[in-house]
């Protein structure tokens, strides 16, 4: 009888033939094999290493200067008919984008080692859990992939039980941005990804695994696959409140996921537990409501500005076994970005000795990767092959003006449509223009695999008899004053908006109705010990009737440019919501006239 192994046996002596590299690497996930590739990666200079006493076990790559975030415009779903990609984004017909790959790939490996991971997205022993391999000539990839999933023997030995899996070819090529293509095939199973070396183009099992990937199967197969974070709030009875959230790439995910509460509130015995700080993937279970677990096992975040007054959990983590991606550097060996309490610079991100004339030390889209386990906050049920039970849903954008800093939505219908709406200043986790505003439904513009008229109907589907949906909520922690500042302080403080959306999830928080959903008043908000004008916490709640009049405008217009395949009852909710809006604002007009 043939082993399932040798579908994944053929597969890597295909690529082999086409790329000719000069060893094939097997991945086992050993502590043998991790230092026998940091080693090699320090002689060849991927690696630096960093101060043994201060950061034992780190180590600092510099990526190629052109190579820094996510290429979207090199992101391509290559499904038979270009509607399955949809509008949301780019399509090549499979015939051409493989030729194209077949192309690039043709003896790029030579005098290279091949190296063959399997990985495991979710807890080994979680029915939700999937596997894929990655087959890369990159071993700073091979380095991350390690900490980011369940790498190595215990992989392959699920794939070999199973049978199938997902096939990810990648290579750094010549990390030239002209032969750059992050190609996905849903339809196939697999990836595959030239010119980069970078996070999400480069590490297969994250966004193009866990979300591109994912989001197709989880359509077909009856779950989500999220772009969120899962936290669970405890609270100081003792009972622990799961929440997952969306917001678009650096607008906040790791930092809520890892939050530490306010002095008040830890002495008061409220905690929080991290899950997962980027990607979701939610299954309604038998009890009707949905389960959730992180695919990843580690975290690829954002350095800038985590500093001990931000993110106090993860600078924690990062002082050991951890991979830092073009941030700066100490004259003793010490990392450095911008936003980190102390020290100072020596050498910044592209190694040359730091002058502030030359931009910030560290690149604003420098990551370090570190294992889920290092974290302080790591939740005793981030391996729980179940799951956790979701009881909101958050959405949230860098938004700096109109949106207020918490709404409720009245139901599941309107919470799909505030998602859909969602709208964020671009960050520099993606190449191009920083802090434009763009639409980015359910932040998943740049990672659901198919046509987002169909990702909004497949969401609008779970609304069913039996169903125990959680709540779903919008917030924004970006709202600028006048000043320019952001005029809610973040970070910590926003476990007191967190109360709030876990009390109405327990029917003990009240609320006012608005046009455009729940909002508490300035009374509902725990803001004690706050230093927050009143006036300040009256803007963050307040509704612009006339603004928001304009923005169901536009986001009907946004709507509108899915065509025929949107479904009807998403832009009956757009309509709802104008409607309200149109009626709430008769009466002023009238006695404005009359
Ligand atoms: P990806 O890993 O790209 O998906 O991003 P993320 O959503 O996990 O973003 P992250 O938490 O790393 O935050 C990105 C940036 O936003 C960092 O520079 C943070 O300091 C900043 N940030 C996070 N939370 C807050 C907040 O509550 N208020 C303000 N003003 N800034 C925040
Ligand atoms: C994001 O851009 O949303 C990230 C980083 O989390 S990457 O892995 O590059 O996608
Ligand atoms: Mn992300």
Known sequence: MPSSLDALNHWVDAVARLTTPDAIHWCDGSEEENAMLAARMR?????????????PGCHLHRSSPSDVARVEHLTFICTRDPEDAGPNNHWMAPDEAHAKMDALFAGCMRGRTLYVIPYCMGPIGAPNARCGVEIT????????????TRMGAAALARIEREGHFVKGLHSTGELDPDRRFIMHFPEELAIQSYGSGYGGNALLGKKCHALRIGSWQARQEGWLAEHMLIVG??????????????????????NLAMLIPPERYRRAGWKVWTVGDDICWMTPGPDGRLWAINPEAGYFGVAPGTGKGTNPNALAMLDRDTIFTNVGVTADGQPWWEGLDDGTPAKDWQGRDFDPANGPAAHANARFTVSAKQCPSWSPRAEDPQGVPISAIV???RRPSLVPLVIEARDWTHGVLVGAAMG??????????????????????????????????????F???????????????????????????????????????????AGTRSARETPIG???????????????????????????????????????????????????????????VAAALDEETRPRARAATG
Request: net charge negative; aromatic share 12%; charged share 25%.
């Open 43 to 55: 002689d060849s200079g991927d690696f630096i290493a960093l101060n043994p006493e201060t950061h």
């Open 137 to 148: 000539d990159s071993p700073y990839v091979v380095a991350n992939m390690r900490l980011m």
């Open 233 to 254: 709030i405890e609270n100081p009875q003792g009972e622990t409140h799961y929440v997952a959230a969306a917001f678009p790439s650096a607008c906040g995910k790791t």
């Open 395 to 397: 959405f949230g954008g």
């Open 424 to 461: 964020s200043e671009t960050t520099a986790a993606a190449t191009g223009a920083v802090g434009v505003l763009r639409r980015d439904s359910m932040a998943m513009k740049p990672f659901c695999g198919y046509n987002f008229a169909d990702y909004f109907t497949h969401w609008l589907s």
């Open 463 to 505: 609304d069913k008899a039996g169903a125990k949906l959680p709540k779903i909520f919008h917030v924004n922690w970006f709202r600028k004053g006048a000043d320019g500042r952001f005029t809610w302080p973040g970070f910590g403080e926003n476990l007191r908006v967190l109360e709030w959306i876990v009390g109405r999830c």
């Open 518 to 576: 729940l909002l508490p008043r300035a009374a509902d908000l725990d803001v004690e010990g706050l230093d927050l004008a009143a006036s300040d916490l009256a803007m963050l709640l307040d509704v612009d009737l006339a603004g928001w009049q304009d923005e169901l405008a536009g986001i009907g217009e946004y709507l509108e440019t899915f065509g025929p395949r949107l479904p009807a009852a998403l832009r009956r909710e757009q309509q709802r």
